[in-house]
């Protein structure tokens, strides 16, 4: 068993797993936090495959998910019998306890019901989470807790009022109703930061500039949309 690794929750197509609250991974953007991947449960991921959740997602041609990286070896980890189901009435908890949590590392947060994630993100106290399928009427819920990832001003607006707040990447300027993410001002980390907890938090909508190719693919989209 891989110490901190664990299934949280799984259906016929789809399985969640979260890593690293023994060691919490690091990253220059997001700073030490636990992760977790939401995915495929027969197809192991790749550049192609991706994740559960994936398909129809607007973001699909500049995912920033090296698909065929991490989740597949979490993937294979998983498939081998190296985690163990998550159990709310065990230690397991305490290592969740203050543990800042993203919510989808990699994969679709609305794959798994709301009700799964609300009590593992009451125990670990701070998170990030972004949806995509944010339009869906359905996915309401996760409003409480997730950031809906939009690519213009026109649909920051439709899902502020829908009750989300949101994350926007895209070519148009930061309006009044965003502050630029803190790490590309003061270069702090999401696990200092907070900011991105959907609606848990009274904040404004958070604007990060596109880079490169993402500049234009957030160009693209921002026309189709
Ligand atoms: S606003 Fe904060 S939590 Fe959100 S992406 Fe930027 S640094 Fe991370």
Redesign the pocket.
């Known amino acids: 068993m891989v110490k901190g690794s664990f299934i949280l929750w799984s259906n016929l197509k789809t399985v969640v797993l979260m890593t690293g609250l023994w060691k919490p991974s690091s990253n220059t953007?997001?700073g030490r936090m636990a992760q977790t991947w939401i995915l495929r449960k027969s197809k192991p991921p790749n550049y192609k495959t991706k994740g559960a959740g994936c398909r129809g997602c607007p973001a699909d041609p500049f995912c920033y998910v090296r698909w065929e990286q991490a989740p597949r070896q979490v993937y294979k980890s998983y498939k081998a019998g190296k985690y163990k189901a998550f159990d709310m009435e065990s230690s397991d908890v305490t290592l969740l306890s203050n543990t800042p949590l993203r919510v989808g590392a990699a994969g679709e947060p609305t794959e798994m019901p709301a009700h799964h994630w609300q009590p593992l993100l009451q125990v670990a106290g701070k998170w990030?989470g972004y949806t995509h399928k944010w339009k869906v009427p359905s996915n309401l819920p996760y409003r409480t807790f997730c950031?809906a990832s939009v690519h213009s001003v026109h649909e920051m607006k439709k899902a502020n009022a829908m009750g989300y707040r949101t994350?926007r990447v895209g070519p148009e300027p930061i309006t009044k109703d965003e502050?630029m993410?803190?790490?590309?001002t003061h270069n702090?980390?999401?696990d200092?930061?907070?900011?991105?907890?959907g609606s848990a938090i009274k904040a404004k909508n958070?604007y990060?500039p596109a880079h490169g190719a993402r500049k234009n693919k957030a160009k693209e989209i921002q026309c189709n949309t």
Do not use: F
């Open positions: 953007k997001t990030t950031m994350y502050i993410c803190p790490h590309y702090v980390t999401c200092q930061c907070n900011l991105c907890m958070i990060a």
